[in-house]
């Protein structure tokens, strides 16, 4: 079992849809991130969660909705996506201690919105 | 200006060759710096990390640091096919939530 899991791996959906995608860490982790890898494109940071806290939305349009219940787990609510969001969605953990972050990704969501 | 910037390749080296990925960056309040490698169609994964300045060495992996040139490379020796990748250079600052800034990553290529 990987440290960070990500579902579903892959996701086809219409602009009209609402999904969700879900990452779960069994790494004991203290925060958690979304980020988002679009083609010729560096990783881009969308939310942070410290503690279940949200510390940071980097300028994210309101069509991608956060959420984290816990500290393991963490869900991207999606709905009336537009085309150019087609991407791999990316979630990472990673312990907070004293600045020292090695972050931890999951396998990705590949997001095509039709 | 970029925050965190590579050379965005590809980059091609022989077998057996040694590799060398450089990677600037722009924020002087920098503490931790990571390099990720990514094959196609994979998450990236977490090869090396390095927060003093200095050499970090890992196998056939050396990352090398130089906070006052704002610079950290990876060198890979003994290269090999499987190394074929994207590396991405990423960096964090203390005190802003984990947050990582990624660079765009260098295509390697490791020919045969």
């Known amino acids: 079992e990987t440290g960070v899991t990500q579902t579903p791996r892959h996701l086809v959906m219409g602009m009209t849809n609402k999904k969700s995608l879900k990452c779960e860490q069994h790494?004991?982790?203290?925060?958690m991130y979304w980020y988002k890898q679009s083609a010729k494109k560096p990783l881009e940071l969308m939310f942070v969660?410290?503690?279940?806290?949200?510390?940071e939305n980097n300028s994210v349009p309101s069509r991608f909705s956060p959420e984290c219940p816990n500290s393991s787990h963490l869900f991207l609510h999606l709905h009336t996506l537009q085309p150019e969001d087609s991407a791999l969605y990316l979630c990472a953990s990673s312990q907070e201690t004293q600045g020292r972050t090695e972050a931890f990704f999951g396998q990705g969501t590949r997001l095509t919105v039709v | 200006q970029k925050e965190v910037e590579q050379n965005s390749g590809p980059l091609s080296v022989p077998e057996g060759a040694i590799a060398s990925l450089n990677c600037t960056y722009s924020d002087r309040g920098s503490q931790s710096f990571f390099w990720y490698r990514q094959y196609s169609g994979k998450s990236p994964e977490l090869i090396m990390f390095?927060?003093?300045?200095g050499d970090k060495e890992d196998g056939r992996f050396t990352a090398q640091l130089n906070k006052a040139s704002q610079y950290v490379s990876l060198l890979i020796r003994d290269s090999q096919p499987s190394d074929s990748a994207t590396y991405l250079c990423a960096v964090g600052v203390y005190n802003q939530g984990g947050k990582l800034i990624f660079g765009q990553g260098t295509e390697l290529s490791v020919k045969p």
């Open positions: 790494l004991g982790h203290n925060a």
């Open positions: 969660y410290n503690f279940k806290e949200q510390t």
């Open positions: 390095i927060y003093s300045n």
